[in-house]
């Protein structure tokens, strides 16, 4: 099991940009692959990012494609999603979540083939 802890949630305007960052804690942070899930009020969890154990391949759902990049620091035992050109619609809670794998090259695009989610955190992205 392993604990996240998110942050750099907060309010930006359109177009702007935020980073945010997840800490994780306990089992070695190399077996996980790791995900951003975001959910919206009224919405299920929606999948934005994911990456590969070793941080060398990424993924993203289609709305966010070209606007947001994911990337890991493995010894930091940090995963973080860099946000630009922001929309009103990016305005959500932000979850990131790790899944156990042996496959290296394995991402994760839905929420149930994670096992560990950190508590949240708010971007508001106002017009």
């Known amino acids: 099991q392993v604990t996240l802890v998110e942050s750099g949630g907060g309010l930006v305007q359109a177009g702007g940009s935020l980073r945010l960052a997840c800490a994780a804690s306990?089992?070695?942070?190399?077996?996980?692959?790791m995900g951003w899930f975001r959910q919206a009020p009224g919405k299920g969890h929606e999948f934005v990012a994911g990456?590969?154990?070793?941080?060398?391949?990424?993924y993203y759902g289609d709305s966010v494609k070209g606007r947001f990049t994911i990337s890991r620091d493995n010894a930091k035992n940090t995963v973080s999603l860099q946000m630009s050109s922001l929309k009103p619609e990016d305005t959500a809670v932000y979850y990131c979540?790790?899944?156990?794998?042996?496959?290296?090259?394995?991402?994760?695009?839905?929420?149930?083939?994670?096992?560990?989610w950190g508590q949240g955190t708010q971007v508001t992205v106002s017009s």
């Open positions: 979540a790790a899944g156990f794998t042996y496959n290296p090259d394995r991402i994760y695009t839905v929420s149930y083939d994670y096992t560990d």
């Open positions: 306990g089992r070695t942070f190399g077996v996980y692959a």
């Open positions: 990456i590969t154990r070793s941080g060398v391949s990424t």
